[in-house]
C-alpha cells in the first residue's frame, strides 16, 4: 500500500487533504520549486496554493506574493478537479490583474499592483464570493486523487 492510499484511510477528509499535502511536500526541493513534481502532483499543490493564499489573505495576496506566478497553473488544476464554480471565479480574477498575462516575475506583478491603491480593491467581491463559492474542494480533490491514485507515491 503506497503512502497516499493510507492517507485515504483515515477518517477525517481535511486530515486526508492535509497529509497528502505532507507527502507530495516531501518531494519539493525549496518553496515554489515544482519539478520534481508530476502533473497531478502538481495540480494538487497548485489547488493548495490558491486556498491557502485566498482564505489567509484574499486574491491580492495570491498575486501579491510568489503564488502569483501560478495564476495560470492554479486556474487549469481548478479545471482538472472540475471546480467549475470556483473555475468562474478565478477567470473573473484572472481578468481583473491589470495585465494578463500575469507576469510570473514576482517584482513586476508588485510594481503593477503597487501603482494604484484602487488595485488592491480590486478583487474584494470575488474573496467574498470565492468563501462563499459551492464547490466543495475537499471533496473534488479527494475524487481527484482516487482517480488518479497511480500518480501519487
Not at 114 to 135: G, P, R, V
Amino acid at each position: 500500500m503506497t503512502s497516499t492510499e493510507i492517507a485515504l484511510l483515515l477518517n477525517n477528509d481535511a486530515e486526508k487533504i492535509t497529509r497528502i499535502g505532507e507527502i507530495i511536500g516531501k518531494k519539493i526541493p525549496e518553496k515554489d520549486d515544482f519539478r520534481s513534481l508530476n502533473n497531478c502532483e502538481k495540480t494538487f499543490i497548485y489547488v493548495d496554493v490558491l486556498e491557502h493564499n485566498v482564505t489567509n489573505g484574499g486574491f491580492i495576496q495570491f498575486f501579491f506574493n510568489s503564488s502569483g506566478q501560478f495564476a495560470h497553473e492554479v486556474f487549469h488544476a481548478y479545471m482538472e478537479i472540475k471546480a467549475e464554480k470556483t473555475v468562474d471565479i478565478l477567470t473573473e480574477a484572472i481578468h481583473l490583474f491589470p495585465e494578463v498575462p500575469v507576469p510570473k516575475n514576482l517584482r513586476i506583478r508588485q510594481e503593477i499592483l503597487m501603482k494604484k491603491d484602487s488595485n488592491i480593491d480590486l478583487w474584494d467581491a470575488l474573496d467574498t464570493e470565492f468563501y462563499k463559492c459551492e464547490d466543495n474542494i475537499i471533496q473534488l480533490t479527494l475524487n481527484y486523487v482516487r482517480k488518479n491514485l497511480s500518480q501519487f507515491d
